[in-house]
């Protein structure tokens, strides 16, 4: 079978880029399968330093197509912007890229919907949304009567759809924010619209036919998930997750390919916990604990350049999410940034209004009153960026990568130690 997932197994930012294209070499072709401009990814390669978020790296790469599937949401001006960032340093697009004809567009009303609906959930919580309209395009996508995909864009009949949806939108947004719906100048969005279709066109297919022609003829795919299961819209810490399906499930419906052609699932977690925006984060370290995280880490959104939230790794959610996903083996990212502190924690189970728990809670208030029950292991001082074989890991370090592995019921077959590729240790 001729398939291979990358899956975050936490609340996205997994460096699951950086694995990506690492992957990229063994296969033909690489599947965005869902999310949009709300992520982004870092990939160091030839000492260069590429920061993406639609594209999928592996356009760096002769003899690689990337196709961004019918799942995704996609922001026809940041998808330029990419491509323009791309081309301007010597990068060759031609015929590597194919963008479903299915993918729904982001038009600047989702971006007004982020900044006006995000507001507060119930307990007065901000989702804290990227506010690149992901939200709100997706919720039209399944309202689906003012929902515009990118195959409508060459349609005869475009103008008209435009205008039916922009005079709803400017209503819509007068009566929830007065002075909002009339910033929205149809003629001029129509205009820039037609515009990013004509440079689109070259690249824009029936994403799902080709798809199901490469699996049926042996072709490589791997399958690039953006943000972390924990962020999935159904099985995720629901309200303060994203729009999509970021777990394993998502890689049929985004792509439109079946699960049976997958053989082999990479669950991919960071060694400690990170989390940007609203929602329960049980192990958080608001402490000099987390200030080590996040300055080590370097923890600051890519898209947003947010600090990110930070705590000890909690094996709870990452055992759920890593069944959730169908998870073969895993990836343990980011090691390196744990070296220097006295002792390492892992949240093995919560304790829930006095009781023990080890299966990760439905409900997102029930898991805000999770109490994490912690394992301690001993630390590690010595820096560990320039490790390349696992057995040169200091014991400690060593032992803490094993402990993960039980703990989530999955063993881990890469350690990553920096962010060049380099910096790999494959055990097995
Ligand atoms: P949205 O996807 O912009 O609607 O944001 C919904 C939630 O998902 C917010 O908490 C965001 O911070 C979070 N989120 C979205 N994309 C990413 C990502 O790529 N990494 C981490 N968090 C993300």
Redesign the pocket.
């Known amino acids: 079978m001729p398939g291979t997932c990358v899956v975050g197994l936490q609340?996205?930012?997994e460096a699951k880029g950086k694995l990506v294209d690492i992957l990229t070499e063994r296969h033909e072709i690489v599947v965005r399968y869902q999310g949009g401009a709300?992520?982004?990814h870092t990939v160091v390669s030839g000492g260069q330093t590429w920061k993406l978020s639609l594209i999928p790296s592996g356009i760096l790469r002769d003899g690689v197509t990337c196709v961004v599937t019918g799942g995704v949401v996609l922001d026809p001006a940041n998808v330029l912007k990419e491509l323009d960032g791309l081309e301007s340093r010597g990068v060759r697009i031609g015929s590597k890229l194919k963008l479903s004809d299915r993918a729904h567009v982001v038009f600047p009303w989702h971006m007004l919907e982020d900044k006006v609906l995000d507001g507060s959930v119930s307990g007065g919580e901000a989702?804290?949304?990227?506010g690149?309209g992901?939200?709100p395009c997706y919720r039209d996508k399944v309202g689906r009567s003012l929902a515009i995909r990118l195959g409508d864009l060459y349609r005869d009949d475009f103008s008209e759809r435009f205008a039916h949806v922009l005079s709803f939108k400017q209503r819509l947004l007068e009566s929830v924010a007065p002075g909002e719906g009339s910033m929205l100048d149809g003629e001029r969005i129509l205009a820039e619209y037609r515009g990013y279709a004509e440079r689109l066109k070259p690249y824009v297919a029936d994403t799902t036919a080709y798809l199901l022609d490469a699996v049926e003829a042996g072709s490589k795919l791997l399958f690039e998930g953006?943000?972390g299961a924990l962020?999935d819209i159904d099985h995720g810490t629901f309200p303060?997750?994203?729009?999509s399906n970021s777990s394993g499930v998502g890689v049929a419906s985004g792509s439109g390919v079946p699960g049976r052609w997958i053989e082999r699932v990479i669950g991919v977690v960071k060694a400690y916990s990170t989390r940007?925006?609203?929602?329960p984060l049980p192990t958080e370290q608001d402490n000099a604990i987390g200030m080590h995280l996040r300055e080590r880490g370097r923890e600051y959104g890519t898209v947003t350049m947010r600090p990110r939230r930070c705590g000890w790794f909690d094996a709870v959610a990452a055992r759920y999410t890593a069944r959730l996903s169908g998870v073969d083996e895993l990836a343990v990212m980011l090691l390196d940034v744990l070296a220097g502190l006295p002792e390492v924690k892992i949240c093995s189970a919560y304790e829930i209004d006095g009781r023990r728990v080890t299966q990760f809670p439905s409900h997102v208030d029930d898991l805000r009153r999770a109490v994490p029950v912690y394992e301690t292991l001993p630390g590690w001082q010595a820096d560990i960026d320039g490790v390349t074989r696992f057995d040169d890991l200091p014991k400690e370090a060593r032992g803490y990568v094993a402990r993960l592995g039980e703990v989530i019921g999955r063993p881990v077959s890469i350690v990553s130690v920096g962010p060049d590729r380099a910096q790999t240790i494959f055990c097995r």
């Open positions: 609340w996205g930012d709300n992520a982004g989702i804290g949304t990227t690149r992901i939200g953006a943000q962020l303060y997750v994203t729009s940007v925006g609203g929602g």
